[in-house]
Nanobody
Framework: QVQLVESGGGLVQPGESLTLSCAASGPLADYGAIGWFRQAPWTEREGVSCISLNDGSTLYKESVKDRFTITRDNAKNTVVLQMNNLKPEDTATYYC??????????????????????WGQGTLVTVSG
């Protein structure tokens, strides 16, 4: 079974940047999309960004649009989330997860995480200062 490992989290000040990586141990050919969720304490997990594994189209949560960029490297089975101009409200544990459905609109819809089975351990992003 494919395993996911997220990395790149850390403590930064507002306005700074971080690059998160999600490495899959095997090909994600069975999936249609992959992206990032985040979960702050006492809140529900929410979709942040998604990229189609079919055509590379992307979609972002409105609050991160123009600040975050998601890219994929199919050959390396890696997905990267570049986060710029970070804000305190971006503080959360970030998780990557693939979906069989290739619809990023669905991926970012509330509660979609409940239907995803494959998750990494998460990487903590703290924006403070």
């Amino acid at each position: 079974q494919v395993q996911l490992v997220e990395s790149g989290g850390g403590l930064v000040q507002p306005g700074e940047s971080l690059t998160l990586s999600c490495a899959a141990s095997g090909p994600l050919a069975d999936y249609g999309a992959i992206g990032w969720f985040r979960q702050a304490p006492w809140t529900e997990r929410e979709g942040v960004s998604c990229i189609s594994l079919n055509d590379g189209s992307t979609l972002y949560k409105e609050s991160v649009k123009d600040r975050f960029t998601i890219t994929r490297d199919n050959a390396k089975n890696t997905v990267v989330l570049q986060m710029n101009n970070l804000k305190p409200e971006d503080t959360a544990t970030y998780y990557c997860a693939p979906a069989f459905d290739d619809s990023c609109a669905w991926y970012l819809s509330p509660g979609s995480y409940k239907y995803l089975e494959l998750w990494g351990q998460g990487t903590l992003v703290t924006v403070s200062g």
